[in-house]
């Protein structure tokens, strides 16, 4: 009996609590144990995925992250560009494929307001090719990040590019930490949000009628505003009054939209000229 006690005692383990003993049996002890060693092992796998997050999550999220402002700002802006595009007489089937396959904001304005007013596609095309060699020099300058990578993936890369996505990337490399696709992931997104909001405007565009709201005067008024953004210093200021100069008459005295492709040249060369005069100043 005594033997059979002890057994039974030793099959207890005391815990003392507040100063009080108490006696929890073996088998619970071991059962409570392994349930303990259970959660501990579950909660370091949960802090070592969310702390240690994979390559992919890490990088689509910095990306997404980056990207986000520029597409809340082309929303509003793709709503306009898809209701002007409507009442220039486009379907928005087609203002879909115009911004997939351009992706050029203000490329796409200039070319709605010449389909509007009857231009020919020659001076729509080579208009809109002038006003993009700006893409040239943004690739150039993003080029130095790119070396050594895939050619299909340049290819990929160079699809996504606008000035807003261009100064997120630009500014990202320059103060490290940031990888191609880092980038594409900005760029790319920032196309989705595009070609989405353009097609809203588009099917929007459906249910406003031709003139309301001032709908005419939003692509002039859009210039307006872009214009007065870049009116930096006394350069920015003579080269958009000698451009306006140009246009005006040059619409004057050629007939035609020829005078828009003039006054472009004609204010890039100006702008050129001024600044290379103002550099070479004491």
Not at 48 to 66: E, I, V, Y
Not at 91 to 101: D, I, Y
Not at 195 to 210: D, H, M, N
Request: charge should be positive; charged fraction near 10%; include cysteine.
């Amino acid at each position: 009996m005594r033997l059979t006690h002890y057994s039974s005692i030793d099959s207890y383990i005391p815990l003392k609590y507040s100063g009080r003993e108490y006696y929890i049996r073996l088998d619970e002890w071991t059962f409570f144990l392994r349930m303990e060693i259970f959660m501990m092992r579950q909660t370091s796998q949960y802090d070592h995925l969310h702390r240690n997050p994979s390559p992919s999550d890490c990088w689509l999220r910095q990306g997404a992250m980056a990207a986000w402002p520029i597409c809340l700002g082309y929303f509003p802006v793709g709503l306009a560009f898809g209701a002007l595009a409507h009442q220039a007489g486009l379907h928005p089937w087609a203002v879909g494929l115009m911004s997939l396959l351009v992706f050029a904001g203000s490329a796409q304005f200039i070319a709605i307001s010449m389909l509007t007013a009857g231009a020919s596609p020659v001076s729509i095309i080579l208009t809109t090719l002038i006003v993009n060699l700006r893409h040239t020099l943004m690739s150039s300058a993003l080029a130095v990040y790119l070396q050594g990578v895939n050619r299909w993936f340049l290819v990929l890369f160079a699809y996504g590019i606008t000035d807003e996505s261009f100064a997120v990337n630009m500014t990202r490399f320059r103060n490290g930490g940031w990888d191609r696709r880092q980038a594409l992931v900005v760029n790319h997104l920032s196309n989705g949000a595009w070609v989405a909001s353009t097609i809203c405007g588009a099917l929007a565009g459906q249910f406003i009628p031709s003139g309301a709201y001032g709908i005419n005067y939003a692509l002039t008024g859009m210039f307006i505003s872009l214009l007065s953004f870049q009116l930096l210093n006394r350069i920015y200021v003579l080269t958009g009054l000698a451009t306006g100069v140009i246009s005006i008459t040059w619409y004057l005295l050629v007939p035609g939209n020829s005078y828009i492709i003039c006054a472009s040249m004609g204010g890039a060369t100006i702008g050129y000229f001024l600044t290379r005069r103002a550099g070479k100043r004491p």
